[in-house]
Every structure is written in C-alpha cells, then in structure tokens.
C-alpha cells in the first residue's frame, strides 16, 4: 500500500503525456496552459484561506479554545474517553495545523503506543479539516450559501471520532 | 451561518483576550495569520499549476473521458445529478484515489477542478448545489488508506509499530464516510420532496 503510494505521482507523470503524445497531442502547451489555471485558482482562494486561518487564529492565542475545552472535560471524562484528546477533537476541524500540534502532544506525553496516543493518532488521521474545506472549495467557485454542507461536515466528524474511540478500544484493549 | 461563525470566533477571541490579559497574543496571532495564509497559499499556487497541467494534458487526449466512463456508473450513484459524460466524474475520481493514497497535496487541486465542473452545472452560481454537497462529505470524511502525517509523528516519537494505526484508521474514517453519505443522501431526498 505505502509502496503504491510512493509509486503513484512518478507514473502519473509518466503515462499521462505519454498517452497524449501517442494520440498526437502538444503535450507540453497543453501542460502550461492548464498550470496558468492554477494561478487564477489561488487568487481567488487566498482572502477565504485568509479569513478562515484569521478567525480560527486570534480564537486559539486568546485562550478562549482552551477555556472552551476545559469547560467540557469533565463530559468525557464520565464518557470513560482519555480527556487528553478532547482538545484534540475540537481543533480537527478548524485547523489542520493546530490539530496536528496537539496530536503530536498527546503522542509524546502519553506515548505513541498507549491507549491515549493511539487513540489520538487514528483521530488525526481518520478526518480532515471540515472548515478549511469548506472554506476553499466553495470559495475557489464563489459559492457563497453553503445550504446543509457544515451541518453535513461536522458531523461526520463527529460519527468519526465516536468510530475512532470504538475502533481503538476493539483493536487495542481488546474489546469494546 | 458563515457569517456568524466567523464573527463568534473572532469576537470570542477578542473578548476573551480582554478579559485574560492576553490582547497582545491575539494581536500577534491576527498578523500572523494574514502573514500564514498568503505563504499557504503559495504553496498551493505551485500545486494548483501542476496538477492542473498534468489534468490538462489528460483531458486533451481523451484519457480523462475514458477514466469518467468507466466509473460512471459507480461515481453516478453518487451524484445523481451529473449527467453520465461529464469531466467532472473524473475529476471527483481523481480527488477520491489522492486522498485513498494518503497525497492530500494532489486531492486539493482535482477536487478544486471538480468544484469548477460542477458550477458549470449550477444555475443559481451563488449557491451549492447538492453535489458540491457530496463532494464535499467525500473530502471532509478525510477516508485514507495511508496517514503519511501520522505514522511519521509516531515514527518521530519512538513508536514500537508506527504504522500499526493504518487498519483502524481507514476503519473509522470510512464509517464515518458511509454516515455522512448516508446523512447526505437524506437531506437531498428530503428537500426535493418538498
């Protein structure tokens, strides 16, 4: 699998204008034509990815997302969940950078092999960036009402982390 | 509900900072961020060109229109809104085999590509449309065989089996797929009901 996945880029690279140089194709104007698309692209995502990562920031350095995640330890504490991944789960969807720095906590203080630090190493990895997504794609398109796509989003995320919990309990403590 | 969203976080952090003493942090974080977001966005600019170029050359010589085909009838079910020959199955195609692969970097652009195909399709432009929906339950769900990110974290930690969290993983991210589709696939039958 991991072997595939080294693989995948190098042969893309490879065959994709291969096959159009065998059907006759510029393969190299059409190349630099489609890349002059990608530069129109950021331009118009960049002030959503600025909004977004602003938002998200000045939420995390004032304290506030940690007072938010104290406040709602002591739920997963009587859920039986490791309070460590609280945090955790709460700043998956908002940012991907902030989530992977307090998956990395969790993983070093409680170690990457204890029940804390794989569960939240499959939580990590077991979504994606809800917000950010949200935030780029509809905006790479000027979509502006976004109807029932956060609800959808979010919990999704949600189903994910109860799964990841009911996964790592059955895998790595035997049993649920 | 955006709207709200962003002012809440926005307006949470400044108050709190007032009231913790910590406007200067927040101060910092805001300037940062404007800083961080036009560097990621550099970043992304140079992938967007590289794959889109790589999509372009493909489109042209009819590799994509074969790729979309034979997965139409897979990808349709999804999107039952796309007629059967549209580019955007391939690009939707393209975005999901990234992802599996764990090459987020390569996921972005072909999903951004099928965000384009789709607005095409889209009669009011300002609003999404239920595929775009779809699209996006498919990229949130974050389903990946291979979490590059994580196993090098715990590689980095000293893990006895870095990789031992592959199985579980693709597990719980493809439950919570097969819940947000389902979720999904609720809501657009029941707003079309009305």
């Known amino acids: 699998m991991r072997a595939l996945s080294a693989y995948a880029i190098p042969l893309l690279l490879l065959v994709i204008p291969l096959y159009g140089l065998a059907k006759k194709q510029p393969v190299y104007e059409q190349f630099v034509a489609g890349a002059a698309e990608g530069i129109a692209m950021t331009v118009q995502i960049l002030p959503y990815l600025l909004a977004m990562l602003l938002s998200v920031a000045v939420f995390r350095a004032s304290g506030a997302f940690t007072a938010v995640a104290k406040v709602l330890a002591p739920l997963t504490e009587t859920l039986g969940v490791p309070t460590e991944v609280l945090p955790l789960a709460l700043m998956r969807p908002l940012s991907g950078s902030g989530a992977l720095a307090l998956s990395a906590d969790v993983i070093n203080e409680a170690g990457p092999d204890s029940f804390p630090g794989l569960l939240a190493s499959v939580m990590q990895g077991s979504t994606d960036t809800t917000f950010y997504i949200l935030a780029v794609y509809f905006g790479s398109v000027g979509v502006k009402r976004y109807r029932y796509a956060l609800p959808v989003g979010l919990s999704a995320d949600l189903m994910s982390f109860i799964a990841s919990y009911a996964v790592c309990r059955f895998f790595f403590s035997g049993g649920l | ?194």
């Open chain 2, 1 to 194: 509900m955006l709207n709200w969203l962003w002012f809440v976080l926005l307006a949470a952090g400044v108050l709190y900072g007032a009231a913790a003493g910590s406007l200067e942090a927040v101060t910092e974080a805001a300037l940062n961020a404007s800083g961080d977001a036009v560097r990621l966005a550099i970043e992304m600019c140079g992938l967007l060109c590289l794959w889109l170029g790589v999509l372009r050359v493909a489109e042209s010589s009819g590799l994509v229109d074969r790729l979309g085909r034979a997965l139409s009838p897979l990808v349709g079910l999804l999107f039952p809104d796309v007629p059967k020959t549209h580019p955007a199955f391939s690009a939707i195609v393209m975005n999901f085999s990234a992802n599996l692969l764990g090459l987020g970097n390569a996921a972005t652009p072909f999903g951004l590509k099928a965000m384009s195909y789709l607005q095409e399709l889209n009669r009011s432009k300002e609003d999404a449309t239920p595929a775009m929906i779809t699209l996006l339950a498919l990229n949130t769900s974050g389903v990946t065989f291979i979490p590059t990110l994580v196993i090098s974290l715990r590689m980095a930690a000293g893990s006895k089996d870095p990789a031992c969290i592959i199985g579980p993983t693709a597990l719980a991210s493809s439950l919570g797929l097969v819940f947000a589709l389902t979720l999904d696939a609720l809501i657009r039958r029941r707003q079309r009901g009305r």
